[in-house]
């Protein structure tokens, strides 16, 4: 992935966290942002021990966004009961708008601010593995902005976990807690593991009811209850809650208080490692579901038809040029089941758009397809457009890159994509034809990528895919670039993947 040309003006530095080895590391620490024209903000009076604040976004008094809070699920592979620990190794990186992107969207922003990211609790940690858990990651955690950081913060981690029993590139944005949310990923291929992770910022346990969606004909268990204490994360073994299915989709509802929800899978082909994913929520079901960044090579998707009659799906690929029907690609999803259907294989990445007669949730994954091609999973979900502003502050791994790809759908758009790079603006503007994809480099050492429409009224969707090595030693993953909450009453609902 090639570094765009680019202009540079002042830009919002993004607040990085690098954890070490040999514990896991508390993230109890609160940095100011840059955000306000005049430069530096000061920080109120406020002190962030933990996540002590409500789980929706507030508005203060003066009419301000009062409160913004985002959800991080910390470590993948730790504090799943009947699944053993894995050490791993990651970091979180927090950020806020580019200046110039709120003004340009007439965004009023408070004179000041402060983003603080507070521990949540690890339920069902075997204590032995914990002990000696090199993991990065860490605990999970509560990214909350006030004032100015309010305005449109994002956050997001990046994992590497490099051991025998599991490998693989996980990236992920922090989101928003919400009462219902969708999940796609996993398998019954030999080796396939999924964790369902859920974290509660909030003081109060929540009820949290998941449901499966499982292949036509499968016998199983649908459904499973959980209790997540407040403040705190639980993980649910999806293989021992609902048996193997070869295509599972997942439902989670909460009640009593909101959760973020993120299903963590892992593949051992045999003696070999053949991936690892952390996936986040996609797109809530709709007749048209737009996956915008899917990385080259074997391609799976899969649907989720929730309701009481059958779907009939068709699938599409966009580029560069626009999109392209599939040759075959018509797939009857039988009512309340999932299903999946092969994709061409692709040289280079793109976007696939799934198009139905009924709502349906949908994903891609990309899998190791043979000898001398990546030996790394990664699945790419559905998400909503990024309205006026969206963002991702998803890290690089070491030695790695990156690349936004953006795709508009029904019309033509013109669309500005600003990386933040040591506290300068890399900007550069783009053209994408009616559904359309255009990708975009991402510059190393940038600490968050911003993707704004020029064009009003637009329908655009983006995501960023990262990825590490080359040939068989490749990682990669995939994430969602959401919307971010501007104004008051602006609740993020957008998965941030």
Known sequence: ??????????????????????????????????????????????????????????????????????????????????????PSEGRLVTATPPRA???????????????????????????????????????????????????????GTVTVVDRPRARGLLSSGCGAPSADAWLIGGGDAPGRQERLLLTNLGANPSTVEVEALRTAGV??????????????????????AFGADAVPVLHVRASGGLVRATLVESWRDGTRPAGAEAIAPTAAPATTQVIAAVPAGRRTVRIGNPGASDAVVRLRTADARGEHPVAGGVVTVPAGSSAEEELPVATAPGSVVVRSDRPVVAAVATIPA?????????????????????????????????????????????????????????????????????????????????????????????????ARGRGIAELRAASTVPSVRLRRGAVQVTPAG
């Open 101 to 155: 992107d709120l003004a340009a969207l007439d965004v009023p922003v408070p004179p000041t601010g402060r983003l603080v990211t507070g521990v949540v609790g690890l339920r069902g940690t075997n204590r032995s593995d914990a002990a000696r858990s090199v993991d990065g990651t860490g605990r999970p955690a509560a990214v909350v902005g006030t004032g100015a950081a309010a305005v449109g913060p994002v956050a």
């Open 219 to 240: 016998d199983g268990a649908t459904s499973r209850t959980v209790t997540v204490p407040g403040r705190s994360r639980r993980g649910l073994f999806v293989d021992g």
């Open 370 to 466: 043979g000898a001398g091609e990546a030996s790394d999973l990664a699945w790419s979900v559905a998400s909503d457009p990024v309205g006026r502003l969206g963002g991702t502050a998803v890290p690089a791994p070491v030695g790695g890159r990156r690349a936004i790809v953006v795709h508009a759908s029904g019309s033509a758009a013109r669309v500005r994509v600003t990386s933040v790079v040591g506290g300068r603006s890399v900007v550069r503007t783009v053209d994408v034809v009616a559904d359309g994809t255009r990708i975009v480099g991402v510059p190393d050492g940038a600490g968050s990528t911003w993707v704004r429409p020029v064009t009003e009224g637009a329908d655009v969707r983006a995501g960023l895919l990262a």
């Open 1 to 86: 992935m090639s570094d765009p040309r680019s202009r540079a003006e002042g830009a919002t530095a993004p607040a990085r966290r690098p954890w070490h080895r040999g514990a896991l590391v508390a993230l109890a620490g609160a940095a100011a942002v840059g955000l306000a024209a005049a430069g530096a903000l000061h920080a109120p009076a406020v002190t962030v021990s933990g996540p002590s604040v409500a789980t929706t976004p507030r508005a203060g008094d003066d009419g301000s966004l009062g409160t913004t809070e985002l959800a991080c699920p910390g470590a993948p592979f730790l504090g799943t009961p009947g699944v053993p620990d894995l």
